[in-house]
């Protein structure tokens, strides 16, 4: 029997699945905006089919974590606490480890963590920040070439914050896919996380998250067990 | 060998005929709306009231009180692109629909580049680019250049009296019967715009103390390739006394790069952090709450 602990609901991994698909089609599309040589690559008509695709896929994008939070404000609510927790002791050190930890898992040893670590509140908190600027740009940028005309000051302000964010989200994007996807080698199995059945095993869980781990097994709430 | 050309547009000259704004529609085959009163009244000659989908080029009326103790200062103005040297339109756009014509400095348009983003839109000082069709193509001028490209001849008075055959003229100078518009080499309508100035300002039946040349020096000195003589002041002609290219367009020239180099120095770091990783194992960790 091996030990589990439910880490995501379904709706959160439902939510976090499809803006990532989005996400990540979105920066595909919107690389056929941004790079001259890849949107010269296709006859334009193709290259304008792909830029309302992306607009549709900026919606979902939008749209589901919106919804999704509307269903579970006290899920949201109880994420939030996790990024905005104080620091303490083991965070510090994670944060001061984190370098030489991952040039060399083998010899580095990461202290214990809470629900979110220190890491990913600061991490994903930034890509967070990042996809929100990159969805409320959007949205002006949408809307200021569709229906309403807000000046060109504010379309180029609008356009910054959107490459910007890009660039933020394609820096933190791939280091949460390289973690979270298991690429690298002490984060595997991590996939099934959020794109599995959102169980994690005892022991990955003590490994990553060793506060959160032990208070939930004593709880045992939220504890299965699994036959091998 | 390229030489810098330019066209010239002499205000005082000008005698709002609009040849050159028909002249643009038809070499272009921009249509114009035909039904019975299709045409939004304006109040005004100048119909349209600004350029749009349709039309790249339009001339303006301006009637203002005169100093004088009788009737007013009309003044007719040239609103088309401006062929800036240094065109923040071309610096954003994504898909190199819009460029710099090597050869002439023109600003070119490709519009089966053209992605409808309308980015261009956002970053030129002189608000010009306009859109047209379900995908939003750029229309504004090209100073014709598929014209000056397969040497197009043209009659055209030089504004002296004299009709001359001229080659790759675009469309616009073409016409003008008034010989208010001219085109050449970029030097040459400077030269010949300070010296229409010099008579403007010192002729001894109505002198025009504020003719002044435009276009010749703005964007710090770099300039544009439409150089304008204008009777009275700048402002009278809608045209920015000194217009700029927001800097937010030379940032965003920057994210590009920066983006590519990010990216590829994360992509970079991943890699060596998998390499460092490869033969990773650990225990398996096991809690007993009884023992805690």
Redesign the interface.
């Known amino acids: 029997m091996t030990r589990y602990i439910k880490r995501h609901s379904l709706q959160a991994r439902i939510t976090h699945d499809v803006t990532i698909i989005a996400c990540i089609l979105l920066a595909i599309s919107g690389l056929f905006?941004?790079?001259?040589p890849l949107?010269?690559l296709l006859?334009?008509?193709v290259?304008?089919g792909i830029?309302m695709a992306h607009r549709v896929l900026g919606v979902v994008f939008i749209v589901v974590p919106l919804v999704s939070a509307l269903l579970a404000p006290k899920g949201v609510k109880h994420m939030f606490s996790n990024y905005l927790a104080k620091w303490d002791k083991d965070d510090v050190t994670f944060m001061k480890r984190f370098l030489p930890y991952?040039?060399?898992?083998?010899r580095v040893h990461m202290p214990d963590q809470h629900e979110v670590k220190s890491g990913q509140r600061l991490a994903d908190g930034l890509l967070l920040v990042a996809g929100a600027t990159i969805a409320i740009s959007g949205v002006f940028l949408l809307l200021g070439?569709t229906v309403v005309s807000f000046g060109?000051?504010l379309?180029?302000?609008m356009?910054?914050l959107h490459?910007?964010a890009?660039?933020m989200l394609?820096?933190f994007g791939?280091?949460h896919i390289?973690l979270g996807s298991g690429?690298?080698?002490?984060y595997r199995r991590m996939r099934r996380v959020m794109f599995g059945n959102g169980l994690i095993s005892?022991?990955d869980a003590?490994?990553h998250w060793g506060h959160w781990?032990?208070e939930e097994?004593?709880k045992g709430d939220k504890v299965v067990e699994i036959k091998d | 060998m390229s030489t810098e050309m330019a066209i010239y547009f002499d205000s005082s000259a000008c005698t709002a005929c609009k040849g050159c704004q028909c002249a643009c529609k038809c070499w272009n085959s921009l249509p114009s709306p035909l039904g019975l009163n299709a045409n939004e009244f304006t109040h005004s000659y100048q119909s349209p009231m600004d350029l749009n989908g349709n039309t790249r080029l339009i001339m303006r009326f301006e009637e203002n009180e005169s100093p004088k103790k009788w009737g007013v200062e009309w003044s007719f103005g040239r609103r088309s692109c401006m062929h800036c040297s240094n065109p923040g339109c071309a610096s954003v756009c994504p898909s190199g629909a819009l460029s710099v014509d090597e050869a002439t400095g023109f600003v070119r348009v490709e519009e089966d580049k053209c992605i409808g983003c309308r980015y261009c839109e956002t970053a030129c000082p002189f608000d010009v680019p306009r859109y047209y069709g379900p995908d939003s193509k750029v229309n504004k001028c090209t100073a014709c250049l598929d014209r000056q490209e397969n040497g197009r001849a043209a009659q055209i008075n030089n504004g002296t009296g004299v009709t001359q055959t001229q080659f790759n003229v675009p469309a616009c100078v073409h016409t003008c019967p008034p010989g208010a518009l001219d085109f050449g080499p970029r030097d040459e309508m400077i030269a010949k715009a300070y010296e229409r100035v010099e008579f403007l300002k010192n002729r001894e039946i109505d002198p025009s103390p504020h003719a002044s040349v435009y276009g010749d020096k703005l964007f710090d000195g770099a300039g544009t390739h439409v150089i304008m003589v204008l009777k009275y002041p700048v402002e009278t002609y809608g045209l920015p006394v000194d217009p700029k290219v927001s800097p937010m367009v030379d940032l965003l020239g920057w994210m590009k790069p920066l983006t590519g180099l990010a990216a590829a120095a994360t992509v970079a770091g991943l890699g060596l952090s998998f390499l460092t990783g490869i033969g990773y194992k650990r225990d398996t960790l096991h809690y007993d709450e009884k023992k805690h």
């Open positions: 905006v941004f790079i001259t949107n010269n006859p334009s008509q290259t304008f830029r991952m040039l060399g898992p083998k070439t060109a000051g379309m180029l302000v356009h910054l490459d910007l890009f660039l394609a820096v791939l280091a390289f690429i690298f080698q002490p005892e022991s003590l490994y781990a032990r097994l004593e």
